[in-house]
């Protein structure tokens, strides 16, 4: 059993930067894939960016290439989202999950991962 808990969010204006964190307790994450998503009002949940096992290759939706980083520190048993250069449209709850199993062709679907976190909710003004 994995828990997670997101931080980090809050309201800036477009430009501007935010550090997301998900902190892992339980057991260690290092070996399960860590997905981030996100939910505008009105929308679906989106995949956001993910990271694969024991510091592996990384993913991002196209619109965040470029301005969004994933990484992970084990030792800390933490994933991070930095954000530059944010949107309007980047407003959000943003989610952290992981899964242990899944692979690298369905990384991009939240119904894939097993665990979640709280969600953390970003702002942005324009």
């Known amino acids: 059993q994995v828990q997670l808990v997101e931080s980090g969010g809050g309201l800036v204006q477009a430009g501007d930067s935010l550090r997301l964190s998900c902190a892992a307790s339980?057991?260690?994450?290092?070996?399960?894939?860590i997905g981030w998503f996100r939910r505008a009002p009105g929308k679906d949940r989106e995949f956001v960016a993910a990271?694969?096992?024991?510091?592996?290759?990384?993913y991002y939706k196209d619109s965040v290439k470029g301005r969004f980083t994933i990484s992970r520190d084990n030792a800390k048993n933490t994933v991070y989202l930095q954000m530059n250069s944010l949107k309007p449209e980047d407003t959000a709850v943003y989610y952290c999950?992981?899964?242990?199993?899944?692979?690298?062709?369905?990384?991009?679907?939240?119904?894939?991962?097993?665990?979640w976190g709280q969600g953390t909710q970003v702002t942005v003004s324009s």
């Open positions: 339980g057991r260690s994450i290092s070996d399960h894939v």
């Open positions: 999950a992981a899964d242990r199993s899944i692979i690298l062709s369905s990384i991009r679907r939240d119904s894939e991962y097993d665990y």
């Open positions: 990271i694969f096992r024991r510091g592996g290759h990384t």
